[in-house]
């Protein structure tokens, strides 16, 4: 088959768009580092359609040494219209775009004991679903791991609009672990 330039979108299939799409957060976390509300930019293009469609997620980080759990980022596809199409044309808008974002904000205000302190074992779901629950989330699902200084990420979230390939959920499971890369 030749390539020709004209035709990349039909060639590209959905799955090379989709790593694609994921594989430049990386060089966005890069270059915009020090931007206010990067977890939660990062947070939202994981959850829009162009990544896993999501419905809802949840970003936090359980450390343990200052015994608190903390909200970073929320996203909720229906608060979607608070913020440009293209994040990142103008970044350091996001956080003023949001302010009336009722989901992205309950989860940033969130503020809570470490669950490690309690003994709450972050890799069993029973433990992590009355989590979910409390935060708003259907059916949560999860991902956990370790991160630097004793601290663990989490990222909790509803079922994707369209069942994922196995592939797709490590790809999703390591793509998500980006987070912990983004200031808080």
Same mark, same amino acid.
């Given at each position: 088959?030749?390539?020709?330039?004209?035709?990349?979108?039909?060639?590209?299939?959905?799955?090379?768009?989709?790593?694609?799409?994921? &594989?430049d957060l990386l060089h966005k976390v890069l270059r915009y580092h #020090?931007?206010?509300?990067?977890?939660?930019?990062?947070?939202?293009?994981?959850?829009?359609?162009?990544?896993?469609?999501?419905?809802?997620?949840?970003? %936090?980080? /359980? !450390? *343990? #040494?200052?015994?608190?759990?903390?909200?970073?980022?929320?996203?909720?596809?229906?608060?979607?219209?608070?913020? +440009?199409? /293209?994040?990142? +044309?103008?970044?350091?808008?996001?956080?003023?775009?949001? $302010? #009336?974002?009722?989901?992205?904000?309950?989860?940033?205000?969130?503020?809570?004991? &470490?669950?490690?302190?309690?003994?709450?074992?972050? $890799? !069993?779901? +029973?433990?992590?679903?009355?989590?979910?629950?409390? %935060?708003?989330? /259907?059916?949560?699902?999860?991902? &956990?791991?370790?991160? +630097?200084?004793? !601290?663990?990420?989490?990222?909790?979230?509803?079922?994707?609009?369209? *069942?994922? #390939?196995?592939?797709?959920e490590k790809l999703f499971s390591n793509i998500a672990a980006l %987070?912990?890369?983004?200031?808080?």
């Amino acid at each position: 088959m030749k390539f020709n330039k004209n035709n990349r979108n039909d060639f590209l299939n959905d799955d090379h768009r989709l790593t694609s799409y994921l &594989s430049d957060l990386l060089h966005k976390v890069l270059r915009y580092h #020090d931007v206010d509300g990067l977890p939660q930019m990062v947070l939202h293009e994981i959850g829009h359609k162009n990544g896993f469609g999501l419905k809802r997620a949840t970003y %936090l980080v /359980d !450390n *343990p #040494d200052f015994n608190h759990l903390l909200g970073v980022a929320g996203y909720c596809n229906k608060e979607c219209c608070y913020h +440009k199409d /293209d994040l990142w +044309k103008n970044p350091c808008s996001f956080v003023g775009d949001m $302010k #009336d974002a009722e989901y992205h904000n309950n989860v940033k205000s969130f503020l809570h004991d &470490s669950l490690r302190k309690k003994e709450i074992d972050l $890799k !069993n779901p +029973k433990d992590i679903k009355e989590l979910g629950n409390d %935060l708003g989330i /259907d059916g949560p699902r999860f991902f &956990s791991w370790n991160m +630097k200084h004793g !601290n663990h990420g989490l990222l909790i979230f509803e079922n994707p609009e369209k *069942p994922l #390939d196995e592939w797709k959920e490590k790809l999703f499971s390591n793509i998500a672990a980006l %987070l912990s890369f983004c200031g808080i």
